[in-house]
């Protein structure tokens, strides 16, 4: 099972926050929506359809949610940190350059 968790700011939307197996490797999505079903519709419209929320285990952290909140598209991955919690030095990305590298895979 996925691990995530969401953040609600003071302006009533959500910040949610999945780590997603993607081949060998694990991503790290994080989206912003109006609530968290919103936001795992949001997901689920894209092709992701087994994706689900249970406990709020791995919420956003703080520059999680500012580069979320900076996207136009509110829709950014990245390669989740290792299990050491060791982080690579790796800019976050839009949405649709995952599903293209998941086609081309």
């Known amino acids: 099972m996925a691990a995530g968790g969401f953040c609600k700011l003071p302006n009533g939307t959500v910040v949610v926050a999945l780590n997603l197996p993607y081949g060998s490797a694990a991503v790290r999505v994080l989206v912003h929506a109006q609530n968290r079903a919103r936001a795992l ?8 359809r087994a994706i689900y929320l249970r406990g709020n285990a791995a919420p956003p952290t703080p520059d999680e949610i500012t580069a979320v909140l ?13 299990d050491n919690g ?8 839009p949405i649709r350059a995952l599903l293209r590298r998941s086609a081309v895979v």
């Open 41 to 48: 519709t949001r997901l689920r419209n894209l092709g992701l």
């Open 86 to 93: 060791v982080m690579a030095n790796e800019l976050w990305h």
């Open 70 to 82: 900076h996207h136009p598209d509110g829709l950014i991955w990245r390669t989740a940190p290792a």
